[in-house]
T-cell receptor
């Protein structure tokens, strides 16, 4: 197992465009989390899944953001009508129970120009 | 909901000196506590965690943290730091079976 994979590593998009990121968790991990990290800040929680069920969403997750985990394996995070304020590192993490700690991917760096 | 405050945004120290990175949390229920480290241009890595039992937990590279329930703190310490410890350190809290919330981070810079 190669850990948590995120694709792409970098994405530059024009304001107003839609973007989609993918996360492949560790295969036996049934919990999957999305976080956003801006420069000089800690990761901010966005949403999490247990298997295919989305159990919690942050207020940060406006209606332009949507996340899916259709078969309880990989997950996608889509941002519609991107804004410059969406520029950040988007992190995915997975875990078995939560209390075992999370394994993070390397992130997708989004730049909105 | 749980929250974390890391009291120092930057901590510069000289090599072989001791260091303490401070973390306070807020929660109305029992919590799990974590420290993560982010080396330059790398992802977040779990350093150590407190779940229950002994309030002093240790990492494999010489860091330790002590859970203090009365002071709602989980400070990270190392008696003698190395240049290679230069990194961003994040404290995190999780209410049982819920998602994890992170502090803003402390940048540890070890100088020769």
């Amino acid at each position: 197992d190669t850990g948590v994979s995120q694709d792409p590593r970098h994405k530059i998009t024009k304001r107003g465009q839609n973007v989609t990121f993918r996360c492949d968790p560790i295969s036996e991990h049934n919990r999957l989390y999305w976080y956003r990290q801006t420069l000089g800040q800690g990761p901010e929680f966005l949403t999490y899944f247990q298997n295919e069920a989305q159990l919690e969403k942050s207020r940060l997750l406006s209606d332009r953001f949507s996340a899916e985990r259709p078969k309880g394996s990989f997950s996608t995070l889509e941002i519609q009508r991107t804004e410059q304020g969406d520029s950040a590192m988007y992190l995915c993490a997975s875990s078995i129970t939560g209390k075992d700690g999370y394994t993070f991917g390397s992130g997708t760096r989004l730049t909105v120009v | 909901a749980q929250s974390v405050t890391q009291l120092d945004s930057q901590v510069p120290v000289f090599e072989e000196a001791p260091v303490e990175l401070r973390c306070n949390y807020s929660s109305s229920v029992s919590v799990y506590l974590f420290w993560y480290v982010q080396y330059p241009n790398q992802g977040l890595q779990l350093l150590l965690k407190y779940l229950s039992g002994s309030t002093l937990v240790e990492s494999i590279n010489g860091f330790e943290a002590e859970f203090n329930k009365s002071q709602t703190s989980f400070h990270l310490r190392k008696p003698s730091v190395h240049i290679s410890d230069t990194a961003e350190y994040f404290c995190a809290v999780s209410e049982r079976n819920n998602d994890m919330r992170f502090g803003a981070g402390t940048r540890l810079t070890v100088k020769p």
